[in-house]
């Protein structure tokens, strides 16, 4: 059964960082691209950043550029995303997902994933 479970998630301040981690259970290491989405209430979800199964690039939503950065432990199956510099409208719940293959480069679009988390709550205010 493939899983995705999302941590990391809470409360902090503007200007500050947090460290979401998702943890990858019955996938086959390494052989899928993986996303960060994020969804504020009353707006559309949208793509955060992706990271590629083939050659590990990433690709980073303009909003995020800079100040997020993901990356991935095949090892432990377990991706996380660095954001740093938070800003009271990356306020958001914050899902990964995924999709088994290897693959060059990735992208942000929702339905290309067919694996979700249930998502971590973060929170950027004073």
């Known amino acids: 059964q493939l899983q995705l479970v999302e941590s990391g998630g809470g409360l902090v301040q503007p200007g500050g960082s947090l460290r979401l981690s998702c943890a990858a259970s019955?996938?086959?290491?390494?052989?899928?691209?993986i996303a960060w989405f994020r969804q504020a209430p009353g707006k559309e979800r949208e793509g955060v950043s992706c990271i590629s199964s083939f050659d590990g690039s990433t690709y980073y939503a303009d909003s995020v550029k800079g100040r997020f950065t993901m990356s991935r432990d095949n090892a432990k199956n377990t991706m996380y995303l660095q954001m740093n510099s938070l800003k009271p409208e990356d306020t958001a719940v914050y899902y990964c997902?995924?999709?088994?293959?290897?693959?060059?480069?990735?992208?942000?679009?929702?339905?290309?994933?067919?694996?979700w988390g249930r998502g971590t709550q973060v929170t950027v205010s004073s």
């Open positions: 997902a995924a999709v088994l293959g290897m693959y060059r480069g990735c992208d942000l679009h929702r339905g290309r994933y067919d694996n």
């Open positions: 019955g996938f086959p290491r390494g052989h899928y691209a």
